[in-house]
């Protein structure tokens, strides 16, 4: 089944931007609230960096307040966690953000669970991991990548995946454990790999919906997928490659994407696929924070 079809995350996150940005504008006229969306960031490791940069950008295009916070490398804990109190407390921020890793002196658990569960954006908060493994996902805040990647998936095979193999290559609390609850809830019966797994390969191969979340450049090749499968790569690798002759610097995903589309029924490409998801998905967080107060 050569040429899968290429899921264009890009041209779907900017579909569900105008939308967005329509639905903040209503709320600000209707009901004089603008959706607030700090992000903090601690130090300058580079990919952070961008990161951050492509979320104000979106968050300002969807008509929103955003605030940046941009801390020194060695900042004390306290001093984080008394911006995240004030934070909390602000009537005007809606959603709070701190971009990870974060350096090593800071206790990334204590940092995360300081934000009120209301405003966890990222949905890293026990309360809201607590809700989506539950199967409560209409009333979580659900991580944003994994939010990002099951909208992808659904509009490919519909909202019931009953039936479906889905393998999830990675089980990290960002992306891995939310994508089996998400994937569970929609009935799908879903298997958790890692780097302990055995026959990784032959396992990958009955899947029929695959979501790649290793870190390991181009790890999954062609031979991996099964004809037909729906292939969600998350990673964001930099390579150096040989292009007309020149080395260059490039990024690829954790799956093989030339081989891949070969076997697949649609598949993501890096970049262009589930980045610009993830950032849209935090958009819709926060404007369904600014509107929690409403009633409906
Ligand atoms: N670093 C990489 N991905 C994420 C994410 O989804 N949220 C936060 N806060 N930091 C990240």
Redesign the pocket.
């Known amino acids: 089944m050569p040429d899968a079809k290429r899921i264009d995350g890009k041209a779907l996150a900017a579909e569900m931007s105008e939308t967005i940005a329509s639905e903040t504008r209503e709320l600000l006229e209707q009901h004089g609230i603008k959706p607030g969306l700090a992000v903090v960031i601690v130090g300058e490791d580079p990919a952070?960096q961008v990161?951050v940069r492509n979320k104000k950008r979106r968050a300002e295009s969807c008509g929103f307040n955003s605030v940046q916070h941009s801390l020194p490398a060695d900042v004390d804990q306290d001093s984080l966690l008394a911006l995240i109190d004030e934070l909390n407390s602000n009537e005007d921020i809606h959603g709070i953000?701190?971009?990870?890793?974060l350096p090593s002196h800071l206790d990334e658990k204590t940092i995360t669970q300081s934000i009120d569960p209301s405003k966890d954006v990222?949905g890293f908060h026990y309360v809201n991991v607590g809700k989506l493994s539950t199967g409560d996902t209409d009333d979580a805040f659900i991580?944003?990548?994994p939010a990002g990647c099951m909208l992808m998936i659904r509009r490919e095979l519909g909202d019931d995946l009953s039936g479906l193999s889905a393998v999830i290559i990675g089980r990290s609390n960002?992306v891995g454990k939310p994508m089996a609850a998400l994937l569970l809830a929609a009935n799908a019966t879903v298997t958790v790999t890692h780097s302990r797994t055995k026959n990784l390969a032959a396992v990958v191969r009955e899947a029929d919906i695959v979501v790649a979340a290793v870190g390991r450049p181009e790890m999954v090749g062609g031979d991996w997928i099964k004809p037909g499968a729906v292939v969600i790569d998350v990673g964001i690798n930099r390579v150096e490659r040989v292009v007309d002759g020149e080395e260059k610097s490039v990024l690829v995903g954790d799956v093989n994407y030339a081989e891949a589309s070969e076997k697949a029924l649609a598949i993501t490409p890096v970049p262009g696929g589930v980045g610009p998801m993830?950032i849209i998905m935090l958009m819709h967080n926060t404007l369904r924070s600014a509107r929690a107060g409403l009633a409906d």
Request: aromatic fraction near 8%; charge should be negative; glycine fraction near 0%.
């Open positions: 952070s990161y953000l701190v971009q990870l890793p990222d991580p944003c990548t960002i993830t």
